[in-house]
């Protein structure tokens, strides 16, 4: 009892020494239970800090910012300074700058290559307009009374004209009138042939210059195509035939081959005894080729079939008597399948002819940057003789063909009035543009080659067999 009186007291006393500093508070919780609160004031804090300003939450709030910013950076494609301080991470970068910088030297190149080519092709056409200019203010050159009637009258087989020599070429059948015709040029006028001959830079030809039928000259003239045959088939829209123009046994100088290229597999070779049969679409002799064939660039000479092995830079020589693969040789550095093509595709990267002066290759290589490369192969063995590096590049023109050791372009493949647009002398390794006026009627010619025993020029043109007549200059 007394104990208690004793701590009464003594909190009293307490209470008064601490009543200007201390207070007792007595209310019900939030469960209605009675809850006695006891408070005393700081003597040395004005205020208590508030929980969310603690030094412990401060870090925290930093951190979280911190966090927060880092998370902004990587999902804007940034990167944060924590991953480009690790090694691989900043290897990696370095690699891909450095890449980039080269691809970005290497377009400008290429930019400034295309520059140079445009502003080359700009100055060449202003040539060509003040040519042209010139021309017309020049007067028309009226030809001789006794030459005009030679230069207007339609040539006849045994006629008396300048062109009479026609009737009498190898693989002609009996009756066969059709394939005899020789279009006679539709100029007009004296003064476009005059045009025609400064443009080309060769002489415009005249009876002296067209009587010469064994030499060799400069393409002066091409004829209208006339049409052999019609493939009947999607696989026929594009393809390469031919006549051997040194034809051995035992099959003659008058049979004709044909190869449709539309497909993934092409082996077939149809052959026909001469062009009558071909027109009728009865082959004499179907051979099937031991290796599949690239594209439209098949020639024939002395009784062999020369091609390129389909997906390869191979040459192959197919004997047509033995029926059999006589030799094999890869081009070196030939770009194939689709690598340097002709302006209409279809894998024309290799590209055989055939001419006066023997067996030729049009190709290009990655070294020529896509430039037409030419060389003259033995026919034998397929070995490369001689190259000649040109300044025409392959895939804007057409096609191409060779005519006693000079090559010539074909500008377009679908245009129904085109020229051909470039020639290149293997004899001076000169090149010059011309333009001989050539003719695409249906509009889509996928192989053009000559045969220099018959002086005619072969074409696939949509479908279509079809061959053209061709003057040359005097020799050179």
């Not at 939450?57 to 902004?72: F, N, P, Y």
Request: aromatic share 8%.
């Amino acid at each position: 009892m007394w104990f208690l009186a004793v701590l009464w007291v003594s909190g009293l006393l307490v209470g008064a020494r601490a009543q200007g500093s201390a207070s007792l508070w007595r209310g019900n919780d939030r469960s209605g239970r009675c809850q006695y609160s006891f408070t005393v004031d700081s003597p040395a804090e004005a205020s208590c800090p508030s929980p969310g300003s603690s030094p412990e939450m401060e870090s925290l709030k930093t951190r979280l910012a911190l966090l927060e910013v880092l998370v902004a950076r990587v999902a804007g494609g940034e990167v944060g300074p924590s991953e480009t301080q690790q090694p691989g991470a900043q290897a990696g970068l370095r690699e891909a700058y450095t890449q980039a910088l080269g691809e970005k030297a290497k377009l400008q190149r290429e930019k400034d290559r295309l520059v140079q080519r445009v502003e080359e092709l700009q100055r060449r056409v202003e040539e060509l307009q003040q040519e042209a200019e010139r021309l017309r203010s020049r007067p028309c050159a009226q030809a001789p009374p006794s030459i005009t009637p030679q230069q207007d009258s339609r040539p006849r087989p045994g006629g008396g004209t300048a062109f009479s020599h026609l009737s009498s070429r190898p693989g002609r059948t009996p009756g066969d009138t059709g394939s005899l015709r020789d279009p006679s040029w539709q100029s007009g006028s004296p003064s476009y042939l005059e045009m025609k001959a400064e443009v080309a830079e060769v002489p415009a030809p005249s009876p002296a210059d067209t009587e010469h039928s064994t030499g060799c000259g400069e393409l002066v003239w091409v004829g209208d195509p006339v049409t052999h045959r019609k493939t009947d088939t999607i696989a026929g829209k594009y393809g390469v035939w031919m006549q051997d123009p040194e034809a051995v046994s035992p099959y003659g100088s008058g049979m004709a081959w044909r190869v449709d290229t539309v497909g993934s597999e092409v082996r077939q070779l149809f052959g026909y005894e001469d062009l009558q049969q071909l027109s009728r679409g009865f082959p004499t002799k179907v051979l099937l080729l031991p290796e599949a064939m690239e594209s439209t660039g098949a020639a024939l000479f002395r009784g062999s079939l020369y091609y390129q092995r389909r997906r390869s830079r191979t040459l192959l020589r197919y004997d047509l008597a033995s029926e059999s693969v006589a030799a094999r040789r890869d081009l070196p550095h030939a770009g194939f399948h689709g690598q340097f093509p002709y302006s209409w595709g279809g894998y024309t990267d290799v590209d055989f002819a055939v001419d006066e002066q023997g067996l030729w290759v049009i190709y290009s290589t990655n070294k020529a940057r896509g430039a037409i490369v030419i060389s003259q192969l033995d026919p034998h063995n397929l070995e490369v003789k001689r190259s000649w590096e040109t300044n025409i590049r392959k895939t804007t023109v057409a096609n191409a063909f060779m005519i006693c050791g000079r090559m010539y372009t074909v500008a377009s493949y679908s245009s129904p009035n085109t020229t051909v647009n470039y020639s290149f002398d293997t004899a001076t390794g000169q090149s010059k543009a011309v333009a001989i006026p050539f003719k695409n009627r249906h509009r889509y010619n996928s192989m053009i080659d000559y045969n220099p025993a018959q002086r005619k020029i072969f074409a696939w043109d949509n479908h279509h067999l079809v061959s053209y007549d061709v003057r040359l200059g005097k020799p050179q």
